[in-house]
C-alpha cells in the first residue's frame, strides 16, 4: 500500500486504534505534522502504542502461520515416505511374477483320443 490513506482505513489498522484506545484517548496513528498541537512526546507515545498492537498482530499471524506449516510438513512427511515393509511386498510379489508361466508349450491342455470319434445322433439330421 503506497498510499498512507489505504492503510488508515484497513481493518486492521482500526481494531489497533481500538486496542490502545484504553491506554489514553483519543489514540493516534497518522498525523500530519500541522495537526500536532499539543506536545509531540505525548503524540509519539501513542503512535508507539499503535505501532506495539500492529507488532503483536503481526507476531501473532506469524506465529499462527508457524504452525499450520508444521501441520502441513509433517502430512507431507507421511505422505512422502513409504515403509519398509511395503517395499519388500512389492519385491516379493515381483519375483512370484517372474516365477509364473501360462504353460510349456510341448504339452497340449487336452489330450486328444486316438481312433474313431463315436456320435450319438447322425450329424446330418441336425441341419
Known sequence: MSDWRLSANSTIYREAL????????????FVK????????????????????????????????LKVTVKRLEAVKGKEGTQPDDLTDSLDQIQQQLQKLSLREPSKPAVPKPKGKLFCVQKPKRNI
Open 18 to 29: 481500538k486496542a490502545t484506545e484504553s491506554i489514553h484517548s483519543p489514540a493516534v496513528g
Open 33 to 64: 505534522p500541522q495537526d500536532i498541537t499539543g506536545r509531540t512526546t505525548e503524540v509519539q507515545f501513542k503512535q508507539n502504542n499503535t505501532i506495539i498492537r500492529l507488532l503483536l498482530k503481526l507476531t501473532e499471524q506469524i506465529e499462527d
